[in-house]
């Protein structure tokens, strides 16, 4: 596997890129919007393909690098279900997986330092965000922050990881690199106690002030949803109400650009065509698949997702291929609400 630890020195943060090979998809947990450039060069230099950007939870120390990453490499965004984020392009529970080619992160929900904090675990190693830091615990005074949920977290699930689990946090500010399950368990100060109450005790006396990018960093983080509108302006988009009397027309195909997991987990439309986001500019190039079938039968087509992003990216792409698309704006979370029927 490719493994990369990046660090902003300005906000303590530490980014991770991995991928299975030389040439293959990459996917990156918790960028930092002013260390893009890096991350492309370096994404450049290994050859390898950014189909991921993952944050841990919403931050209130730097402005993420989601949404730069999206509009500069067209990836798919990744946030928990709970995250006050405006959009992703995927949101995740617990038991989900988030996968690219090779590499299969299993989702952990482990709130505490935020309510939409999230873990996420390979075989041998796990990104605890600022849930579970080296000798140290994401506070949790603030950002719905809940000390009793964070003792959880750890004790109910991140401990009872393997101890040889290595643990790769979003921050640190000591020069600390890797951990692991069981140095923790034994040395880290905050697990050194005997009850969710004891630990809530230890969490409510910190006192620290407020991060120096706070006020800043959590409304931008708040806003990276990539700007519907401007596919909107130039007529691309269907409401979810207009859609619900286009799905049985005959010259209109609709093509879902979800993952399989998601179709199961939350319905597909009826008649709808499946061809997955990460397939798309093979698909709508000449000679893929979309691209023949908008030629051979005239039909327009209509693009989903889960709420909108995806679907609007992929709208930019087919048209520029030349082929008459637009996209249910919203996706199936737009669609749900108006009562859409939906197929599992
Ligand atoms: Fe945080």
Known sequence: MLFRQLFDTTSGTYTYILASRRGGEALIVDPVLEKVDRYLQLIRELDLNLVKAVDTHLH????TGLGALRDRTQCVTVM???????????????????????????VLYTPGHTDDSYSFLLPDRVFTGDTLLIRGTGRTDFQNGDPRAQYESIFGK??????DTMIFPAHDYKGDT?????????FNPRLQVKSADEYADLMNNLKLPNPKMMDVAVPANMHIGFAQEDVARRGWSVAAEEALSLIDRSD?????LREKREREKYG???GSLHAPYPDLRE???????????????GKRVLFYCAFGERSAMAVQAAQTAGIRASHIHGGIDAWKKVSGPLTH
């Open 283 to 297: 698909n709508v190039s000449k000679g893929g698949i979309l691209y023949e079938l908008a030629a051979t039968t």
């Open 268 to 270: 597909s439309i009826p």
């Open 178 to 186: 890797v951990s692991t399950i069981g140095e923790e368990k034994a």
């Open 158 to 163: 991140l401990l009872k990881l393997p101890n």
């Open 60 to 63: 209130a120390d730097h402005i």
């Open 80 to 106: 928990g279900e709970q995250s006050g984020v405006d959009v992703v392009s995927m949101r995740v529970t617990e038991g989900d997986k988030v996968e690219i080619e090779g590499v299969a992160l299993d």
């Open 252 to 256: 209109v195909v609709l093509v879902d």
